[in-house]
């Protein structure tokens, strides 16, 4: 199954097998644990420095387009206090001019650098290296449930304007376009 993983784009979906997806990127494999400046921590099936996994999914899909945060607590979909209008439009221009189209879901990563900060000196790397595994295991995931996951590069900028977290303390950490395979 993972031999025949491709980055591709496919048709449009709703937000239940994005959120399926993540429900398994985010399952924590036991009770949290305590960590690296008493942080709480968690196994999860994606790689993290020291277990903190400082990441948030930011998720704005093509049918509905609205911005969801995706709560892995609860296995939910909270909606965010932002202009749906203005961060759709931007997330489609971005994402257009990466993969050509947009359909499907983009499920935006967020890190809060403040967390890896609190227990690593020289936290970059690390973030990167977060996002990164979290865009090949998402890879896997969505081949795994029969989907289409694209990687995205880029890096938050004018995104984490439009939906107001403050650029010194989080990072757009790239994302993935999620699809259906065409019939």
């Not at 935006?108 to 000196?121: L, N, P, Q």
């Not at 896997?140 to 107001?164: H, K, R, T, Y």
């Amino acid at each position: 199954m993972a031999w025949s993983r491709r980055s591709a784009v496919g048709e449009s979906i709703g937000l239940g097998p994005a959120g399926n997806l993540l429900h398994h990127l985010t399952k924590d494999a036991d009770d949290r644990l305590v960590g690296r400046a008493g942080i709480p921590v968690h196994r999860r099936i994606t790689p993290s420095a020291g277990g903190l996994h400082p990441y948030s999914f930011l998720c704005i899909g093509d049918e509905d387009r609205r911005a969801l945060l995706y709560d892995p607590a609860t296995h939910a979909f909270m909606p965010m206090a932002v202009s749906n209008h203005d961060l759709y439009g931007l997330n489609h221009r971005e994402v257009s001019e990466i993969l050509g189209s947009a359909p499907g879901v983009t499920v935006r990563v967020v890190i809060d650098a403040a967390k890896v900060s609190a227990a690593y000196r020289n936290p970059e790397t690390l973030i990167l290296r977060d996002a990164g595994a979290i865009l090949s295991v998402a890879g896997m995931l969505a081949e795994w449930l029969d989907l289409l996951a694209c990687p995205l590069g880029f890096m938050g900028g004018a995104f984490l304007n439009v939906i107001g977290l403050p650029s010194e303390r989080f990072i757009g950490a790239g994302g993935f376009q999620l699809s259906a395979k065409q019939a």
